[in-house]
């Protein structure tokens, strides 16, 4: 059986590598940091200074992570979702935190004031949650908390539960 893709969203900071981490540990899923994939392969247009990140080249990245897709068993992680195309995940998880600890662990990996403001606004205005309503279906859009270790934790066991649960579903059919 082929194992579905998720895609896993969120302002930096929420949790998201930390959760692909583990569901590609624990779930067999193979984790695709677009960051990383973007940085290896210089799929970078340009650099904003203004938000301190590259511009990445949405076609040569969706190019490179096409095959990747077709197949299945990925856990895609990226603060954005919009330019991936829904066809390609059966689910969407946003992660998200308290703006309290969001700033800690922001300041923490020493990103600029503008940065930090920025990304504290994304998450204020839950950004990445409207982002993936408008891009996805809202049936396969699941908005998970990432404050503590044992949010963390039920996280994981949230995923294992609706991987089983859609595994279920393809053995019926």
């Known amino acids: 059986m ?5 895609l896993v969203t969120g302002t930096p900071g929420t949790g998201k ?3 692909c981490r583990r569901l590609a540990e624990q779930l067999g899923l193979e984790w695709r940091s677009v960051s990383e994939i973007v940085s290896a392969n210089k799929y970078v247009e340009e650099y904003d200074e203004e938000f301190e990140c590259p511009v ?4 040569r990245l969706l190019d490179h992570l096409e095959p990747l897709m077709a197949q299945g068993g990925s856990v895609v992680e990226y603060h954005s979702s919009e330019l991936f195309p829904e066809r390609w995940f059966e689910a969407v998880y ?8 969001l700033y800690d662990r922001l300041q923490a990996r020493d990103y600029g004031k503008h940065k930090i403001q920025s990304n504290m606004e994304c998450e204020i205005f839950q950004i990445p949650l409207d982002e993936a309503r408008d891009a996805y279906r809202k049936e396969i859009i699941y908005e998970l908390v990432s404050d503590t270790e044992q949010d963390m934790a039920a996280n994981v066991q949230q995923v294992r539960d609706w991987l089983e649960q859609w595994k279920a579903k393809q053995n019926k059919a």
């Open 2 to 6: 082929v194992l579905p893709n998720i």
């Open 17 to 19: 590598s930390e959760l």
């Open 56 to 59: 990445l080249d949405e076609d």
């Open 94 to 101: 946003v992660v998200r935190c308290s703006t309290s600890l």
